[in-house]
Structures are given as structure tokens and as C-alpha cells.
């Protein structure tokens, strides 16, 4: 037994499929103490999008410890945040010609999601939302109740109540018009659904099978919303950042969400940073309403200045859609051929591949394989049937490909058995 079975809890996860000792990363290789190399096709779970210990950030933030700046500073004004602050909306905001409050909120994805439930419901006076099924929010109360599987769910050991699921248009196994069946039941004063607060949406449901919701459909949801006076929340924790081709992912349906969540490749370096983007006319919640002790992490601010800084540095995104076509073009002529049951799907940088056709092929096992071969890839989806390709936006083609190449065998090894 080692040291972490013995002392540590028994609810970790991740280290039980990804059982090195791991020591070193750079760019998107990582390295055990043993000094085996992995590549990363993980990517920190959507948090490593430009790579890890990226040395263009990694010098803004050498220079922030160097010289002795305030590390914590709960909300109070720091000069870092005030050049994060400037960049986001110069680089990001201004020129989507989005206008937003930047809330602050405690580091995790999920303490935003909590912040943009709390304020929507503050706002309409509300207490229902919705929320499809197939969804990751998070794991703390309320956004544990917005999350579809029911083993997370499970966890809260209490009912989570208040919200009420829909069928995502990809992915739920319905044939249905979720938008036309929002209508009705939004319109009728017998649906016994009670009008929501806000809808809390995934663009790609990355945990749920990298699931994307058709753009038309995004278009639908937005205008359902303002009919409805409902609050809109895109989640863009993991498909955020550039994820799917653009800083935003909603930006290819050109929608306005009221809210929007980000989190994980926000810091840039891996660093915990949460930020919730509010509507200004919603920006209602009172002073220390929505606190907490680290909403003010200034390496946070320091790297996510300068990851927008190094994003703005060349096409970045331009690079991330046709590394996604390189994924896509290899997955197609080179994996689909292994069983016609395999089918993919994705976007931008974040690629599945669905065996849920294929009840005999052990996906664990596969991730496993894979791992031994010194890969690193994560499932995805309903009984985790989808093996799922998410490395560092920044990855080399070579290493991509060398990638596919070892999870392209440990598939063909697992087909076999
Ligand atoms: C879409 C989405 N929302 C929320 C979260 C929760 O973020 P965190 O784990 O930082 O609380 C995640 C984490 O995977 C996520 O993918």
C-alpha cells in the first residue's frame, strides 16, 4: 500500500486510472518520477489549455514571486487584477461587443455555477431552473443539483430539488424538440413546471459525451429566454478559454448569454480562478453576498493576464481549429475503419469517440492500455462510453499524432479480446 491509499481519502479518482507518481509537465507531455513521458490528451480536465508551465506565463509569474507582491488579497484592489481586469475587456469583451460585470467568485467552476444560480434566482425571484440532461456543473449543492448522472447525484446524500431537466438536443436518447416542448410547457398555466429563474446550458457537454448543441438551437434557447423573461447561463468552464475554436463557445451561435461561467484555463498556468460574467442590469447582488475567502488569487490574475496576452500573440484560435481537423481526419481514416460501431464527434479541440455500439469493448481498459503506452485520456458520457481527446490547445502536430497513434492501438488491442 502506498502512502496515498493509506492516508489519503477514499474519494480520489483520477490517480486510481492514472496511477504514476507524476513529477514534471512541459507543453503537453508529463513526466512520472520514474521519468516516464505521458502526452496529455487531458488536459487537466479543460484546465491546461495553454499548456503546462507555459513559459510565456510562466515568466509573468516568475517575475510576480520575485518581486514580493501581495499574493492574497480576498477582493481588495491590486494592481494584477486591474491589468487582468483591462486586458479581458480590451482582448476578449470589447471586441465580441460583449458588455459584463466581472464577478469575482471563490476558485472552483462549481462556486461560480453557485453564484450565477444564487443571482438568477435573486433576480427573478424564481427558485426553478433548468438544466439538461447529459450536464457537468459541479459537485456542490446546488450545482450538483444541475448535474444530470446520477451517481454524482447520488453524493448529496439529500434531495436536490429545484431544478428541472430537459433533453439536450444531442445525446439524451429522445427524439424530441426540447425547444418546442420548453415552449408549451412555458406558455401553459397547466404544465406543472414552475417558470424558472434561469436555464443553465452546456454549448458542448464535455463530461456528458462531448455532445454539441446544434448552433441553430443555441440561437432558439437564447430567444426562448427573452420571451420567457428567463435568465440565460452558459457554462463555459470547460469550453471556455478556446476550447472550441473561439475564446467563447456560444460565440459561433453570436448569442448574449445574461451569465457566463468561467473557470479552469482562465488562470492560464493552472491556477484556481472563477469568474462569473453578469448582464449588468442582473449585477444586483449586495456587497459580500456571493464572498469568500479566495476570490483574489493575484498569480491567478498575473497568469490570466498574461495567457490573454499570449493567446492574442498569434492565430491561436485559428491553430486550435485545425489541430481539431488533424483529430478529426486521423480518428476517421484511421480508428472508425477498427469496428463500424465506433462513431466520433467534437469540435474545436475536443474530440470523442463513441463505443457505446460496442457493449463488449471495455473503455476502462482501453484508458488503461493507453496509459501504459504513456498516453493520458480521460471517458466521457453516459456508462462512460466515449474515449474523449482533450490536450493542451498548444500541442505540437507531432505529438498529437504520436497520441492518436498509441490510443489507435490500444483500441485495436481491446477490439480484439
Ligand atoms: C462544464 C463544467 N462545469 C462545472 C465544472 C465544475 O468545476 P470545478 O470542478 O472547478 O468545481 C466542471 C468541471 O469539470 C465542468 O466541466
Known amino acids: 500500500m502506498n502512502i496515498f491509499e493509506q492516508y489519503e481519502s477514499n474519494v480520489r479518482s483520477y490517480c486510481r486510472k492514472f496511477t504514476a507518481v507524476f513529477d514534471r509537465a512541459k507543453g503537453s507531455e508529463l513526466f512520472s518520477v520514474d521519468g516516464k513521458r505521458y502526452i496529455d490528451f487531458f488536459a487537466g480536465a479543460g484546465a491546461m489549455n495553454y499548456g503546462h508551465n507555459n513559459p510565456y506565463i510562466k515568466k509573468a509569474l516568475l517575475e510576480f514571486f520575485e518581486s514580493d507582491k501581495v499574493v492574497h488579497a480576498l477582493d481588495m484592489h491590486t494592481a494584477e487584477k486591474a491589468r487582468f481586469i483591462e486586458l479581458f475587456e480590451d482582448k476578449i469583451l470589447k471586441p465580441r461587443e460583449l458588455e459584463y460585470k466581472i464577478m469575482c467568485c471563490g476558485p472552483t467552476g462549481a462556486n461560480g455555477v453557485e453564484a450565477a444560480l444564487k443571482l438568477a434566482r435573486k433576480n427573478t425571484g424564481r427558485v426553478n431552473v433548468i438544466a439538461f440532461s447529459g450536464a457537468f456543473h459541479g459537485m456542490s449543492l446546488g450545482a450538483l443539483s444541475c448535474t444530470s448522472g446520477l451517481e454524482s447525484r447520488e453524493g448529496a446524500s439529500l434531495p436536490l430539488n429545484n431544478v428541472t431537466f ?5 445525446g439524451s436518447g ?11 410547457v412555458l406558455s ?9 429563474a434561469a436555464i443553465i446550458c452546456e454549448t458542448t457537454q464535455a463530461e456528458g459525451g462531448i455532445n454539441t448543441a446544434p448552433t441553430e438551437w443555441l ?3 437564447e430567444a426562448l429566454c427573452r420571451r420567457h423573461g428567463i435568465v440565460l447561463i452558459v457554462d463555459d468552464i ?3 478559454c478556446g476550447r472550441t475554436g473561439s475564446f467563447f463557445s456560444f460565440e459561433r451561435a453570436g448569442i448574449k448569454p445574461d451569465m457566463v461561467i468561467l473557470s479552469k484555463s482562465i488562470g492560464g498556468y493552472g491556477l484556481p480562478m472563477s469568474l462569473l460574467l453578469i448582464n449588468p442590469a442582473l449585477d444586483i447582488f449586495a456587497p459580500a453576498e456571493h464572498n469568500g475567502t479566495f476570490r483574489g488569487f493575484q498569480a491567478a490574475f498575473t497568469a490570466a493576464a498574461a495567457a490573454i496576452e499570449f493567446r492574442e500573440s498569434y492565430d ?12 478529426a481526419d486521423f480518428i476517421e481514416k484511421s480508428i472508425l475503419p477498427l469496428d463500424s460501431r465506433l462513431s466520433m464527434r467534437g469540435i474545436g479541440l475536443v474530440w470523442g469517440i463513441d463505443c457505446s455500439a460496442i457493449p463488449e469493448l471495455d473503455t476502462v ?8 503506452n504513456g498516453l493520458i485520456l480521460e471517458l466521457a458520457g453516459r456508462k462512460d462510453c466515449v474515449l474523449k481527446i482533450m490536450p493542451p490547445l498548444v500541442i505540437e502536430d507531432e505529438l498529437l499524432l504520436e497520441g492518436l497513434e498509441i490510443l489507435k492501438k490500444a483500441i485495436e488491442k481491446k477490439l480484439k479480446k
Do not use: C, N, W
Request: proline fraction near 6%; hydrophobic fraction near 40%; glycine fraction near 10%.
Open 188 to 196: 401553459d398555466d397547466h404544465s406543472g413546471i414552475d417558470k424558472p
Open 316 to 327: 491561436f484560435d485559428g491553430e486550435t481549429v485545425r489541430k481539431g481537423k488533424l483529430v
Open 238 to 240: 470547460q469550453v471556455g
Open 166 to 170: 430537459m433533453p439536450y438536443p444531442v
Open 174 to 184: 429522445a427524439d424530441f424538440d426540447t425547444l418546442k416542448y420548453l415552449e408549451a
Open 365 to 372: 481498459s482501453v484508458v488503461k492500455e493507453a496509459f501504459a
Open 219 to 221: 440561437i432558439g434557447l
